[in-house]
């Protein structure tokens, strides 16, 4: 099983990134999915999607800026994420959880301002 997110870079303050989390071995649509951001503090909770996206929740913090989504015909979940700010600058990571929990390597996000 392989969970694997893209998309991160850098990008100015109020600027846009999308980044994907697609897996491999196994249906993501049996599966929620969730993102986390966490750098050298703890880890935020960011968005969570369920198993057939009717639910989505959002961390206080990304509330109206970031949009979780997912397509399961392609296996991967998106993070829309809007009016960046330097703030939002972490490593972000990708879990996909069913009783057993997958995680992907992380994509850096850098803002600058």
């Known amino acids: 099983v392989r969970v694997v997110e893209s998309g991160g870079g850098l990008v100015q303050a109020g600027g846009s990134l999308r980044l994907s989390c697609a897996a491999s071995?196994?249906?993501?649509?049996?599966?929620?999915v969730a993102w986390y951001r966490q750098g050298p503090g703890e880890r935020e909770f960011v968005a969570r999607i369920?198993?057939?996206?009717?639910?989505?929740e959002y961390g206080d913090s990304v509330e109206g800026r970031f949009t979780i989504s997912r397509d399961n015909n392609k296996n991967t979940v998106y993070l829309q994420m809007d009016s960046l700010q330097p703030e939002d600058t972490n490593t972000y990571y990708c879990?996909?959880?069913?009783?057993?929990?997958?995680w992907g390597q992380g994509t850096q996000v850098t803002v600058s301002s």
């Open positions: 071995g196994i249906r993501l649509s049996d599966y929620t």
């Open positions: 879990t996909a959880y069913w009783g057993t929990s997958y």
């Open positions: 369920s198993s057939s996206g009717a639910t989505k």
